[in-house]
């Protein structure tokens, strides 16, 4: 008995990593729909960017759900980074104490 070849188109490649744009204004009216974003993120297997280079204005609210979700994601040993983190961003942080929570410490302005 013959096997029948069959030509199989190649599955899409997945996408190495996650990428979370945030935008220039992170204030309290943000929270929410900032929330949506990160929860939907929490679990992703692959290592999740934040790129922070537009942020320009950021509230405490806003600060707390990135403390959560990278708190969250090194738990469960997942890989979260910044790309250029926007002095304002950097700033704030730093004025809380919490740049290590959000895993500013160790990264850099540049990609």
Do not use: Y
């Not at 934040?50 to 950021?58: A, F, K, P």
């Not at 983190?85 to 700033?91: G, I, Y």
């Amino acid at each position: 008995m013959a096997r029948k070849m069959v030509a199989r188109t190649p599955a899409p490649a997945q996408d190495a990593e996650s990428h979370i744009q945030l935008g220039a204004q992170l204030g309290i009216e943000d929270a929410d729909g900032l929330h949506r974003q990160l929860v939907a993120a929490v679990d992703d297997p692959r290592p999740v960017v934040l790129e922070g280079r537009d942020v320009q204005n950021i509230h405490t609210a806003a600060l707390e759900l990135f403390c959560l979700f990278c708190r969250d994601r090194r738990a469960a040993g997942r890989e979260t980074r910044w790309q250029e983190p926007s002095e304002a961003l950097r700033s704030a942080a730093a004025l809380l104490g919490i740049t290590a929570l959000m895993a500013l410490a160790q990264q850099g302005g540049a990609p």
